[in-house]
């Protein structure tokens, strides 16, 4: 391992005022979001779809450290033949693959799950390193509700998240750490911090226990938020303090960047918690985005399949970029959105 390369791809995955693209939606994933525009799920589909973010050269030049690529999309070729990996390359952007294999019923644990795909991971990471990947995705997920999580769930997950970010290393591909703790129940943001910092303190044990050295990592963490279905909504402020606090008791300084999830929020809410949070400042690691439904849902509603929307959805995919790169430098103000 070559931890001084590693960081160097850790420090600009989260370098100030870019941030990462996550486009690693699974097949099955993509088609939910398709369904919502009324596009086929066609491998052509998602291949156009994907080469119009790809191709926003404003954005991605300006805006995007790097892009969370799913197995199909690293193999893939634009519609004029250049593979994707190279068209994302040429916007400056660095190539990431998501190599977990979704998630599986834990068992003992009714309603928990694990995540899959360590098996054959050392096989397939020298793979992807040769295709142009320089850091990979293993999302977690820890959801709350009655009972749980069980500290079987949450010791079982960081364990695999330690395991796949040593294996990651070895083959000089930076982990991102991904242990996310859904926003789906009806708790409110003090019950989703206490079970965060648990998560975070046990994923960062594993990562110790598992000889990580954490200059080659990137965390990506979901904020300290209610959940959907909760009464009490939590301002913004409150957002970006709390989750700030959760993380400067949890997350060493040694990480390079921490790069949040937007995991349902909307996207002026995942953009204005971010900006929250660089405004408060004095952060040992940078704040950046890593959203998937915060940075496409809206460029994704301006294509729908048409090829004669693409202008309209590269400039919505535009906009959302700026926002978010604007909110990493605690530079974003709400009147932006409405200007545009
Ligand atoms: P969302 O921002 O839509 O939560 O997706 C980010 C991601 O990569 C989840 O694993």
Not at 223 to 243: L, P
């Amino acid at each position: 391992m070559n931890l001084a390369d590693l960081n160097k791809v850790a420090v600009a995955m989260t370098a100030n005022g870019k941030g990462i693209l996550a486009a690693d939606e699974s097949t099955g994933t993509i088609k939910k979001r398709f369904d919502g525009i009324g596009v086929e799920n066609t491998e052509d589909n998602r291949r156009d779809y994907r080469e119009l973010m790809f191709r926003t050269a404003e954005a991605m030049k300006n805006c995007i450290s790097g892009v969370i690529l799913y197995d199909e999309t690293i193999w893939q070729k634009a519609k004029d033949g250049t593979p994707l990996v190279k068209v994302i390359e040429q916007m400056g952007a660095i190539p990431g693959i998501k190599v977990d294999e979704g998630t599986k019923p834990l068992p003992n644990c009714p309603g928990e799950l694990i995540t899959a795909g360590l098996d054959k991971l050392p096989e397939r990471l020298p793979k992807y390193y040769e295709q142009g990947a320089r850091f990979a995705k293993w999302r977690a997920v820890i959801d709350i509700a009655a009972g749980i999580p069980s500290y079987t769930a949450i010791h079982t997950n960081a364990h695999a998240l330690a395991r796949y970010a040593a294996l990651c290393q070895q083959n000089q591909i930076v982990p991102i750490v991904e242990p996310e703790v859904l926003m789906d129940g009806d708790h409110d943001i003090d019950r989703c911090y206490e079970v965060t910092e648990f998560v975070l303190k046990e994923t960062f044990q594993q990562l110790y226990i598992q000889r990580v050295p954490l200059e080659g990592i990137v965390l990506k963490p979901n904020m300290a938020i209610a959940g959907k279905k909760s009464a009490k909504k939590a301002s913004v402020q409150e957002v970006a303090e709390k989750t700030v606090k959760m993380l400067k008791a949890c997350v060493p300084g040694a990480v390079p960047g921490i790069a949040f999830l937007s995991g349902g929020q909307s996207d002026e809410e995942a953009t204005a918690h971010l900006d929250a949070m660089n405004k408060i400042g004095n952060l040992p690691w940078n704040l950046t985005f890593s959203y998937g439904r915060a940075l496409q849902a809206a460029p994704q509603k301006a294509w729908s399949g048409k090829a004669g929307n693409v202008g309209a959805a590269q400039a919505a995919f535009n906009h959302r970029a700026k926002m978010n790169s604007l909110a990493a430098l605690g530079k974003w103000a709400s009147n932006m959105e409405k200007a545009a």
